[in-house]
């Protein structure tokens, strides 16, 4: 498995994290050494989170987010772990979960978001936005939820030292930085590392299950369609706004915020949204006739002109 988990981290290359260690050194030394070494550690428990390195992306629309990047070390043993549990947990994730998923994608979820507000007629849509989602999840509700599918308490105890991984940033003259905010406060996931979109996920499904418990899909005749930490709620004319307010409700219970800045309540056709990329509403055909479809958004084509990914 370990052997299975490095030539996928190989593939996806990345730079080292805090101790330097790139896949060339690796190769250098003995991959077989390497990973023999590890899988003794891990069996003898000597095995140990090592900190993130914390590297700054520019955004599309300007500024930077910040990314944390695991050794290669941590990286492999994650992604052992998902390979392990990613079919377990894919038995649980919910039909409205599109996200880093097999068989699933953005371009899916933009689909059934078009399906719904075009052909079923959910034309109003709880344009959703959590604050910060990554790193507000409380670990321990999550782990509380991980624990009903992971016997094996050594498996739940990497995970925690995972999300409370000391992050370091270096600063040109004046040395490291090395804080300790998610241990300290609790909450967020390693965003960057391999394990981080099945916690997400893990975490979202809470949502989803508690929206049908309470009934609220029935009580607002609503179809959600989440995409890591998107989603929208189409629900039918006249069921918008109650459907706003349960979800603000249960985020509140599940320790997350809705940035009300930024989540608003639309009325298709007379407005517009944008999800993943593209909007979705009203345009105009040959003719000027109407019809309800999608098309790239303009941030994401201000994003392809800028040069990004």
């Not at 919910?94 to 880093?100: L, T």
């Not at 899916?108 to 507000?117: F, K, S």
């Not at 609790?186 to 309470?214: C, D, E, H, M």
Request: net charge positive; with cysteine; aromatic share 10%.
């Amino acid at each position: 498995m370990l052997r299975e988990a490095f030539e996928r981290c190989r593939r996806k290359a990345g730079a080292p994290g805090v101790d330097g260690e790139g896949f060339e050194q690796i190769v250098e030394q003995g991959v077989e050494r390497w990973l023999g070494k590890l899988q003794e550690d891990l069996s003898e428990g000597r095995y140990q989170a090592q900190a993130l390195l914390r590297v700054w992306i520019p955004k599309p629309g300007g500024g930077e987010r910040p990314l944390g990047v695991p050794t290669v070390r941590d990286r492999v043993v994650q992604t052992a772990v998902v390979l392990v549990l990613a079919p377990i947990f894919e038995a649980d994730f919910c039909d409205e979960q599109m996200g880093f998923r097999p068989g699933r994608d953005a371009k899916i979820a933009v689909r059934l978001v078009y399906y719904q507000v075009g052909q079923k007629g959910r034309q109003e849509v709880v344009d959703a936005d959590l604050s910060d989602y990554f790193n507000t999840i409380p670990h321990g509700a999550l782990l509380k939820s991980l624990g009903r599918r992971i016997a094996d308490g050594k498996v739940l105890s990497l995970v925690r030292s995972w999300l409370k991984a000391p992050v370091e940033e270096r600063q040109r003259g004046r040395g490291n930085n090395r804080t300790t905010q998610a241990k300290d406060s609790g909450r967020g996931t390693p965003q960057g590392s391999p394990v981080s979109p099945l916690l997400s996920n893990a975490y979202f499904r809470r949502f989803i299950l508690a929206w049908k418990k309470f009934g609220w899909d029935h009580r607002t005749q609503s179809v959600i369609v989440n995409y890591a930490d998107d989603f929208v709620i189409c629900c039918c004319p006249g069921k918008g706004s109650i459907a706003l307010g349960a979800m603000t409700q249960i985020m509140e219970k599940l320790g997350l915020t809705v940035n009300e800045r930024k989540t608003r309540l639309v009325r298709v056709p007379e407005e517009n949204f944008d999800f993943l990329g593209y909007t979705i509403g009203r345009f105009y055909g040959k003719g000027g006739r109407p019809y309800i479809g999608t098309r790239p958004s303009k941030k994401a084509l201000r994003k392809t002109a800028a040069g990004y990914p």
